[in-house]
């Protein structure tokens, strides 16, 4: 061989496997069963790896079997005529709300609290050219035609965005939006001409809580996104649907984002076998999701969100401790637990354990305050919370010492 080729040769080669691998796989697992952060820390298993390897070696920008099989399969479950495959449930959203829309002005109608507001980093704007009209629900849960209808902008005034699409999430923080609402919603839509799209990235987690089939909880809406990711588990993936010419046109606008994809077969595999052995486990999440709210409420833990589906929104405050120094004290015992602030996400990976030891830290903690004279007291209510609370230490003047 050709010295100067060898030469780069060498430099090309990596190996990305630690000596420790597998004993590093084990103990992250085992930190994804304590690990209270989100349901997008689950991991795949070795089964699921022994499936997805076997799928099919085409590239989907072209062909690719196995992720057809799985689009075909997710339009079908869901009602639709068709369902394209993206890398998130971002880019399902986004990819939506670009294809919903055709030339400016727009305006969305979205709830303040959902992902596609606060957590896409402005992409409707950015992709779209759409203004966003975030709503705050009265009802402090979830958005009615209520709250919709006064905020719809009509007509031909120069001077406004007209409504061309109503944004819904589904879970929402956990929540289940109420299928009446969703439909008196979108016949309200229907009659004015206004699109509906679903975040329905915890959609799973209705259909297994209220027995809901998928095509039913879909029938209102003209499209939705569907993670798998989240709370069936898999590595990576995302399917919209919606009509044929829809899906056709964001097939278009995923390959202008960037989002054309190759050999997914490997990815398919692992959404299917998520589908299959996953999505049968969410009653379970759902119960220890109850016990771990049930648990708080013992020990007079405010609850600002409760245990719907697989998230608990919880306010220590009551019991006179701060979210630092429960993530202290977690991070610190023998078996460490990962917690951010108010929110608590139980998944197909946690250990009832973690649930139990979480509780413990709890009621020593509270027992110390009592000891320290500090009596508990209630939840300071406001009416719509912002339930989402990051832990935030206390910041402290400097003192002479430290000049």
Same mark, same amino acid.
């Given at each position: 061989?050709?010295?100067?080729?060898?030469?780069?040769?060498?430099?090309?080669?990596?190996?990305?496997?630690? %000596?420790?691998?597998?004993?590093?796989?084990?103990?992250?697992?085992?930190?994804?069963?304590?690990?209270?952060?989100?349901?997008?820390?689950?991991?795949?298993?070795?089964?699921?790896?022994?499936? $997805?390897?076997?799928?099919?070696?085409?590239?989907?920008?072209?062909?690719?079997?196995?992720?057809? !099989?799985?689009?075909?399969?997710?339009? &079908?479950?869901?009602?639709?005529?068709?369902?394209?495959?993206?890398?998130?449930?971002?880019?399902?959203?986004?990819?939506?709300?670009?294809?919903?829309?055709?030339? %400016?002005?727009?305006?969305?109608?979205?709830?303040?609290? $959902?992902?596609?507001?606060?957590?896409?980093?402005? @992409?409707?704007?950015?992709?779209? =050219?759409? +203004?966003?009209?975030?709503?705050?629900?009265?009802?402090? *849960? *979830?958005?009615?035609?209520?709250?919709?209808?006064?905020?719809?902008?009509?007509?031909?005034?120069? *001077?406004? $965005?007209?409504?061309?699409?109503?944004?819904?999430?589904?879970?929402?923080?956990?929540?289940?939006?109420?299928?009446?609402?969703?439909?008196?919603?979108?016949?309200?839509?229907?009659?004015?001409?206004?699109?509906?799209?679903?975040?329905?990235?915890?959609?799973?987690?209705? $259909?297994?809580?209220?027995?809901?089939?998928?095509?039913?909880?879909?029938?209102?809406?003209?499209?939705?996104?569907?993670?798998?990711?989240?709370?069936?588990?898999?590595?990576?993936?995302?399917?919209?649907? =919606?009509?044929?010419?829809?899906?056709?046109?964001?097939?278009?606008?995923? &390959?202008?984002? =960037? @989002? @054309?994809?190759?050999?997914?077969?490997? +990815?398919?595999?692992?959404?299917?076998?998520?589908?299959? *052995?996953?999505?049968?486990?969410?009653?379970?999440?759902?119960?220890?999701? &109850?016990?771990? /709210?049930? @648990?708080?409420?013992?020990? /007079?833990?405010?609850?600002?969100? %409760?245990?719907?589906?697989?998230?608990?929104?919880?306010?220590?405050?009551?019991?006179?401790?701060?979210?630092?120094?429960?993530?202290?004290?977690?991070?610190?015992?023998?078996?460490?637990?990962?917690?951010? =602030?108010?929110?608590?996400?139980?998944?197909? /990976?946690?250990?009832?354990? !973690?649930?139990?030891?979480?509780?413990?830290?709890?009621?020593?903690?509270?027992?110390?305050?009592?000891?320290?004279?500090?009596?508990?007291?209630?939840?300071?209510?406001?009416?719509?919370?912002?339930?989402?609370?990051?832990?935030?230490?206390?910041?402290?003047?400097?003192?002479?010492?430290?000049?």
């Amino acid at each position: 061989m050709d010295s100067k080729l060898a030469s780069i040769i060498e430099q090309v080669k990596v190996d990305i496997i630690t %000596p420790t691998q597998q004993c590093d796989n084990a103990r992250q697992l085992e930190e994804v069963s304590r690990t209270f952060i989100s349901d997008t820390i689950t991991v795949p298993t070795k089964e699921m790896f022994a499936y $997805a390897v076997q799928t099919s070696l085409g590239d989907d920008v072209y062909n690719e079997p196995s992720t057809i !099989a799985l689009e075909a399969h997710i339009a &079908k479950l869901t009602g639709k005529e068709a369902a394209l495959f993206v890398s998130s449930g971002t880019m399902g959203n986004q990819l939506a709300i670009r294809t919903h829309l055709q030339q %400016p002005p727009n305006s969305i109608i979205c709830d303040v609290r $959902a992902h596609i507001n606060k957590y896409e980093a402005g @992409g409707a704007a950015i992709h779209s =050219g759409a +203004l966003q009209n975030a709503l705050t629900p009265k009802n402090g *849960h *979830h958005l009615t035609l209520k709250d919709i209808e006064p905020h719809v902008v009509f007509g031909t005034d120069v *001077h406004s $965005a007209p409504t061309r699409i109503i944004c819904l999430e589904n879970t929402l923080n956990g929540t289940i939006m109420p299928q009446s609402d969703i439909i008196d919603i979108a016949n309200f839509a229907l009659k004015n001409d206004i699109l509906m799209h679903l975040d329905g990235a915890r959609l799973w987690h209705v $259909a297994a809580e209220t027995r809901t089939p998928i095509d039913e909880l879909c029938a209102p809406l003209d499209s939705v996104s569907l993670c798998f990711s989240k709370g069936l588990g898999a590595p990576v993936g995302t399917c919209l649907v =919606g009509p044929k010419p829809f899906i056709q046109k964001a097939r278009w606008f995923r &390959k202008i984002f =960037g @989002g @054309g994809m190759r050999q997914t077969g490997v +990815l398919a595999g692992s959404v299917a076998y998520a589908l299959t *052995h996953n999505f049968p486990l969410l009653p379970r999440v759902h119960a220890l999701a &109850k016990r771990l /709210q049930a @648990g708080l409420e013992e020990l /007079q833990v405010g609850i600002l969100s %409760p245990a719907e589906t697989c998230m608990v929104f919880y306010d220590p405050s009551t019991i006179g401790v701060e979210y630092w120094e429960i993530i202290d004290r977690a991070a610190a015992l023998p078996n460490p637990i990962s917690l951010t =602030g108010s929110r608590l996400v139980v998944h197909i /990976q946690t250990s009832p354990k !973690a649930v139990e030891d979480f509780l413990s830290l709890i009621r020593t903690l509270k027992e110390e305050k009592v000891q320290a004279g500090i009596v508990p007291s209630p939840v300071n209510s406001d009416g719509m919370r912002n339930v989402y609370v990051r832990a935030a230490r206390p910041s402290h003047p400097l003192d002479d010492s430290t000049h």
